[in-house]
C-alpha cells in the first residue's frame, strides 16, 4: 500500500491555506500548514515532504527564498508557487528558481489539485523510467549515474541542482536530437507553456557552465539556431 504523501501548504492567507488543505485532504493527502515564511523554512528543514505549496509574498522569509532554499536540498520537492504577483517577471523567477508550476490568484482550487496530481504523476513516471534506465551513461569524459543522480567529468564530481540533472540526464539520453524550448519544457518541466522558455536558457546556460570547457563555445550542449539544443555525445561532432 503507498504511503500517505504529505504536503506542505506555506501561505499567510488563512481562508486560502484552509480551502487548499480541505481540498487536498479530500484526495488522501495529508496536509501541514505554515502560516509565515520563517515558519515555513522550519517545517521544510524537516524533510520528507512530497510536495510544497507555496506564496511568494509571505512575513518573514519570503517565498523565492524557501524556493532557492528548497532546492538547495538533496531530495527533490515538487513545487508550485501560488502568488498574487501574477506578471511574467515572477512567473519566471519563479520558475528559474526550480518551481515545477505556478498560479496566479485567484485560481480555482479544483485546477490546483488538478496540478498536484499531474505533479505527482510525472515523479512517478520518471522513477519507473530511472529503475528501467539503470545503466550510467557515459560521452568523452562525463559520466552520468541516473541512479544516485551522480555527475563525474574528467574524474571530478559535478555539483548540480536536481533540475539542471534531470536536463542534462534528458539530454545524455537522446544526443543528437534537436528540442526546442517549449518542447523541454514539456519533457524536463513537465508543462509547455508559451512565455516560460527563458527559464531554459537559464538552466541551460548554468549547466554549460559547469560541464564545458569553454562556456562560450560550448561542445556538448549546442544551440541550433532557429530550432533550440541538442546534446552531441564528442567534440567531433559538435564540428561536424
Not at 192 to 220: C, F, S
Not at 226 to 240: D, I, L, N
Amino acid at each position: 500500500m503507498d504511503k500517505t504523501k504529505k504536503i506542505l501548504i506555506v501561505e499567510d492567507d488563512g481562508d486560502i491555506a484552509e480551502l487548499l488543505s480541505l481540498h487536498l485532504r479530500d484526495e488522501g493527502y495529508e496536509i501541514t500548514h505554515a502560516a509565515d515564511g520563517n515558519l515555513g523554512v522550519a517545517h521544510l528543514e524537516k524533510g520528507g515532504w512530497d510536495a510544497l505549496i507555496l506564496d511568494l509574498m509571505l512575513p518573514g522569509v519570503d517565498g523565492l527564498e524557501i524556493c532557492r532554499r528548497a532546492r538547495n536540498m538533496t531530495r527533490y520537492t515538487p513545487i508550485i508557487i501560488i502568488s498574487a504577483r501574477s506578471s511574467e517577471v515572477h512567473r519566471v523567477l519563479g520558475l528559474e528558481l526550480g518551481a515545477d508550476d505556478y498560479l496566479a490568484k485567484p485560481f480555482s482550487m479544483l485546477e490546483l489539485v488538478a496540478r498536484v496530481k499531474a505533479l505527482f504523476r510525472r515523479q512517478e513516471a520518471m522513477s519507473r523510467n530511472l529503475k528501467m534506465d539503470a545503466g550510467t551513461l557515459s560521452f568523452a569524459g562525463l559520466v552520468i549515474d541516473p541512479i544516485a543522480r551522480d555527475v563525474v567529468l574528467n574524474h571530478q564530481p559535478v555539483e548540480l541542482t536536481p533540475r539542471e540533472f534531470d536536463l542534462l540526464y534528458f539530454f545524455a539520453k537522446n544526443p543528437g536530437k534537436v528540442f526546442s524550448r517549449l518542447s523541454l519544457l514539456n519533457q524536463v518541466w513537465g508543462y509547455e507553456h508559451e512565455g516560460y522558455e527563458h527559464t531554459v536558457n537559464t538552466h541551460i546556460n548554468r549547466l554549460r557552465i559547469k560541464i564545458e570547457a569553454n562556456p562560450a563555445e560550448p561542445e556538448r550542449i549546442l544551440t541550433v539556431w532557429g530550432k533550440g539544443y541538442k546534446f552531441v555525445s564528442s567534440a567531433e561532432e559538435s564540428q561536424g
